[in-house]
């Protein structure tokens, strides 16, 4: 009982620190403009390159220091904060539109719809991830929009496999049946029925697809050096990596 | 019946790998970018443009070239490298036992790192120890591998330069092996010197690598260790003198290691996908390298071997899992 009590205690605690964190990060992501103490895209080569402020050396106002352009980076990653919720939103919800939707066919149907569709998810989990996400931004360019494409192209394959396993758990329970002798349709049934019994695992899956779209997207923009300034969290996750990608030089494939 | 469900699982393979490849083919080609206008000099005429994409069979249709294609994987023919000029099969062969020395390193690492803290972690179980390993362990999974790799070149290629950040082995070293599988062959070889020169390379990538599965390991295993550490039979042992430690290494081990069995088999495909990005980040000659250099320079028949390669290893490690899942557990042996 009390050990019970106190590892809920426990999690409560990390619950608010970890909710915390994560409000804050959203706030200064939604308000970026004005929380930014320095424009992130300006360039000061008089300012290459500065300590960050425990450090001697450093400017006031460059909190975190500066990259090898003169960018603040403190700017960077709060403005790069914002496009990492972006990816993370809309990236996740299109995956989770696509993958449940044919899950929950899958599931529900079984049949050839379920031999279909299991088939494509075997192939699909065949690629190598990472390879597969930058073969697809090749394909579909590199603005934010591919990007988001690309991870909801590549990650429908894990709300799927959930999904349609518990769609079939639930579709052979009785309320199912006592639906179909009440006379539902079978797309009713599935609408009406069987996907509000899912949910629960849709929002979970969910938010652990927000935090993997988040580092595909720090992969992506990390492999991905674009010839404009950008930015991006992958691109200002440290300095060397910001040094690394303008050493290997503008552009990683034409467009 | 286990032999049925083998050849099951086979017959679905080669469908698998098959749909890899159709649609590896059509994403590729429908790309923008074309690999002939990168080999010739911008004063190329049409007309030489034209010749090359015929000598590269690119002048026909997709659904020509790929039957082209796969009939020259029958033969075992996986076509020439349009950058490299070389044969697709050797060039992919000379590359894979680099990434492979890597990936098993890492696994190796995963395992011994994951396993002892999960073994000390159940053993110290309620304490700060336990508590301090939980912690440790979030860290490294919160932490995605390439991040890891970038913080250990700062750490131990920067501030405390112990280990080589780039490269799979020193350039001025002969290398008297036949096999491209270096580590192993300079082990069997007994040429510890060529051995060190190799870890120092390979140290830093597989590190990155196997820190988020090894608290993946030390969690799920120190979950089980602590479910099994319970039961009566492990209580019997304790009454009958065994000390904590050789109570879990001796009896709850063996019990517990079923899922984290199965679930290192499911994370080991991750972790060689992984090695994509790693092998790029520190140079490491393998063939994640080799495959973004394929993309970027848009080398179709390259870039089609190495993902076949790649999902191919993925479900022969797949069903390796699964047979060897089959074979340990009793229930599904007899069921």
């Given at each position: 009982?009390d050990e019970?009590r106190?590892?809920r ?7 608010w ?5 994560l409000?804050l ?27 960050p402020f425990?450090?001697?050396?450093a400017?006031p106002?460059y ?5 090898s352009?003169g960018r ?20 996740a919800?299109?995956?989770?539109v696509?993958?449940?939707?044919l ?5 529900y ?8 569709i ?7 989990m065949?690629f190598?991830?990472?390879l ?16 988001i ?5 590549i ?8 999904i349609r ?28 029925e069987v ?13 652990l ?9 720090a ?6 050096c674009?010839?404009?300034p ?9 300095p ?5 990608s303008?050493?290997?030089g503008?552009?990683w494939?034409?467009? | 019946m286990?032999?049925q ?13 098959f ?5 590896v083919?059509v994403v590729i080609?429908?790309a ?15 007309d030489d443009i034209?010749r090359?994409r ?9 659904v020509?070239?790929?039957f082209?294609?796969?009939a020259g ?13 070389q044969?697709?099969l ?10 492979l ?25 309620g304490t700060?120890?336990?508590?301090g390993i ?24 920067v ?6 950040i ?11 092996f ?7 062959e300079?082990?069997?070889?007994l ?9 120092k390379?390979?140290?830093?990538p ?8 090894a ?6 295993l ?10 009566d039979?492990v ?9 904590e430690?050789q ?11 079923l899922?984290t069995?199965?679930l290192?088999?499911?994370?080991f495909t ?6 994509v990005i ?9 063939l ?5 250099d394929?993309v ?16 191919l290893l993925?479900v ?20």
């Amino acid at each position: 009982m009390d050990e019970a009590r106190i590892s809920r205690h426990g999690s409560g605690a990390k619950l608010w620190l970890a909710g915390g964190w994560l409000l804050l990060a959203l706030l200064a992501a939604i308000f970026a403009p004005l929380v930014a103490p320095q424009d992130p895209l300006a360039q000061d080569l008089m300012l290459e390159r500065l300590p960050p402020f425990w450090l001697d050396g450093a400017e006031p106002g460059y909190w975190l220091g500066t990259d090898s352009l003169g960018r603040d980076l403190l700017s960077r990653l709060i403005f790069g904060g914002r496009i990492a919720f972006i990816v993370a939103f809309a990236a996740a919800i299109a995956a989770c539109v696509v993958g449940s939707t044919l899950g929950l066919i899958a599931g529900y149907f079984g049949g050839w719809a379920d031999r279909i569709i299991s088939r494509i998810v075997d192939v699909w989990m065949a690629f190598p991830p990472v390879l597969f996400a930058i073969l697809l931004v090749a394909v579909l360019g590199t603005g934010l929009s591919s990007v988001i494409l690309a991870i909801a192209i590549i990650d429908w394959t894990r709300f799927c496999r959930v999904i349609r396993a518990e769609a079939m758990g639930q579709s052979r329970m009785d309320y199912v049946e006592n639906a179909r002798i009440a006379g539902y349709g079978r797309i009713g049934i599935m609408l009406r029925e069987v996907l509000p019994n899912v949910v629960p695992s849709v929002v979970a899956l969910l938010s652990l697809e927000m935090g993997i779209a988040v580092i595909v997207e720090a992969i992506l923009s990390f492999v991905i050096c674009r010839s404009r300034p950008t930015t991006r969290l992958g691109a200002a996750s440290s300095p060397r990596a910001v040094s690394r990608s303008t050493r290997h030089g503008g552009c990683w494939f034409s467009r | 019946m286990l032999l049925q469900r083998f050849l099951i699982r086979l017959a679905t393979m080669l469908i698998t790998l098959f749909g890899v490849a159709v649609v590896v083919f059509v994403v590729i080609r429908v790309a923008p970018g074309d690999p002939i206008a990168m080999m010739l000099p911008p004063g190329a005429t049409n007309d030489d443009i034209a010749r090359l994409r015929a000598l590269y069979g690119l002048d026909k249709t997709i659904v020509q070239q790929f039957f082209i294609w796969l009939a020259g994987v029958a033969r075992g023919d996986f076509g020439t490298s349009i950058s490299l000029r070389q044969d697709v099969l050797g060039l992919v062969f000379n590359r894979l036992p680099a990434t492979l020395e890597l990936a098993i390193v890492a696994l190796v690492m995963a395992v011994a790192i994951g396993g002892t803290t999960a073994i000390l972690g159940a053993r110290e179980r309620g304490t700060a120890v336990e508590a301090g390993i939980d912690i440790a362990s979030g860290a490294a999974l919160s932490i995605p591998d390439f991040l890891w790799g970038l913080v250990l070149i700062l750490l131990f290629g920067v501030l405390v330069p112990i280990f080589d950040i780039s490269g799979r082995v020193s350039p001025q070293l002969d290398l008297p092996f036949v096999s491209q599988f270096y580590l192993f062959e300079s082990l069997l070889r007994l040429r510890f010197d060529l051995t060190w020169d190799l870890l120092k390379h390979m140290l830093m990538p597989a590190i990155a690598l196997a820190l988020p599965l090894a608290a993946i390991i030390s969690q799920l295993l120190k979950q089980s260790l602590k479910e099994v550490l319970d039961l009566d039979y492990v209580v019997l042992a304790r009454v009958k003198g065994f000390s904590e430690t050789q109570v879990i290494l001796r009896e709850a081990l063996k019990n517990a290691a079923l899922p984290t069995l199965t679930l290192v088999g499911v994370q080991f495909t991750f972790l060689i996908g992984g090695t994509v990005i790693v092998e790029r980040l520190f140079s490491y000659e393998g063939l994640g390298n080799m495959a973004i250099d394929a993309v970027i320079n848009r080398d179709l028949p390259l870039i089609q071997g190495i993902v076949l390669v790649f999902a191919l290893l993925f479900v022969l490690i797949n069903l390796a899992v699964d047979m060897m899942y089959a074979l340990l557990n009793p229930r599904l042996r007899h069921g």
